[in-house]
T-cell receptor, first 116, second 112 residues
Framework: SQTIHQWPATLVQPVGSPLSLECTVE??????LYWYRQAAGRGLQLLFY??????ISSEVPQNLSASRPQDRQFILSSKKLLLSDSGFYLC???????????????FGSGTRLTVV | KQEVTQIPAALSVPEGENLVLNCSFT??????LQWFRQDPGKGLTSLLL?????REQTSGRLNASLDKSSGRSTLYIAASQPGDSATYLC???????????FGGGTRLMVKP
C-alpha cells in the first residue's frame, strides 16, 4: 500500500536560519507531489507541485524553494527563514499525471514550523 | 480562478443530530471534489472523493453529494458523535495540473 512520510513533526527555528523539510512516498511510482502551507486562521495554500524529478512549479512568490532529487522525495527549503514562514506545512501526493484527479490526494501528517 | 467557499465556518451541535456541511465552487469545470477531515495539529484525512461524473458517495455515516452544474457539494453526517469533532475541508481539482483548491473549512464541535 502507498504511504507518505513527512518529518520533522515540529520545528522551531530562529529568523534567518535555513530550513529543510522532507517528504517521501512509498508504494507508488512517478507520483505528483505537492507542498501546501496552512497559516494560523487561514486556509490551505499550494506552494509547489512537481510532476517529476527536477520538475518543480511554484504557485506563489516567496523565499521558499522546493526540490525533487528522487522520484519519491520532495524537499522544501529556505536559505533564510522569515517570521511569516511560520505555519503548518503539508506534503501530499497523487498518482500519475492525468490520473491524480481521478484517485484523489493523500496528505502527510504535517510539520508545524515556528519561526522565532 | 477557482474559488471554494464553505458554509458555515463553525458549527456546534448536540450529539445525535444529523447535519449538513456546504461547499460551493465558482468554476463548474472540475475533475472531482474531495472532502477531508483535519483534527487539531494533524494532517488531512481523506473522507470521500466524488468524480465529476458522479452525484454522490457514501462511507458509513457520511454521504457527500455533488451538483456540478450549480457548483455545490454537501457533506451529510448522520447521527453525529463527539468523535466527529474536527475541521472539515472541501477541495476541488482543477482541469490542469491536478492541483487542489481548498475551501476555508467548517469547524465542527459535537457536544456529548
Amino acid at each position: 500500500s502507498q504511504t507518505i512520510h513527512q518529518w520533522p513533526a515540529t520545528l522551531v527555528q530562529p529568523v534567518g536560519s535555513p530550513l529543510s523539510l522532507e517528504c517521501t512516498v512509498e508504494g507508488t511510482s512517478n507520483p505528483n507531489l505537492y507542498w501546501y502551507r496552512q497559516a494560523a486562521g487561514r486556509g490551505l495554500q499550494l506552494l509547489f507541485y512537481s510532476i517529476g524529478i527536477d520538475q518543480i512549479s511554484s504557485e506563489v512568490p516567496q523565499n521558499l524553494s522546493a526540490s525533487r532529487p528522487q522520484d519519491r522525495q520532495f524537499i522544501l527549503s529556505s536559505k533564510k527563514l522569515l517570521l511569516s514562514d511560520s505555519g503548518f506545512y503539508l506534503c501530499a501526493w497523487s498518482v500519475l499525471p492525468g490520473w491524480g484527479a481521478r484517485y484523489g490526494y493523500t496528505f502527510g501528517s504535517g510539520t508545524r514550523l515556528t519561526v522565532v | 480562478k477557482q474559488e471554494v467557499t464553505q458554509i458555515p465556518a463553525a458549527l456546534s451541535v448536540p450529539e445525535g443530530e444529523n447535519l449538513v456541511l456546504n461547499c460551493s465552487f465558482t468554476d463548474s469545470a472540475i475533475y472531482n471534489l474531495q472532502w477531508f477531515r483535519q483534527d487539531p495539529g494533524k494532517g488531512l484525512t481523506s473522507l470521500l472523493l466524488i468524480q465529476s461524473s458522479q452525484r454522490e458517495q457514501t462511507s458509513g455515516r457520511l454521504n457527500a453529494s455533488l451538483d456540478k452544474s450549480s457548483g455545490r457539494s454537501t457533506l451529510y453526517i448522520a447521527a453525529s458523535q463527539p468523535g466527529d469533532s474536527a475541521t472539515y475541508l472541501c477541495a476541488v481539482s482543477l482541469n490542469a495540473g491536478n492541483m487542489l483548491t481548498f475551501g476555508g473549512g467548517t469547524r465542527l464541535m459535537v457536544k456529548p
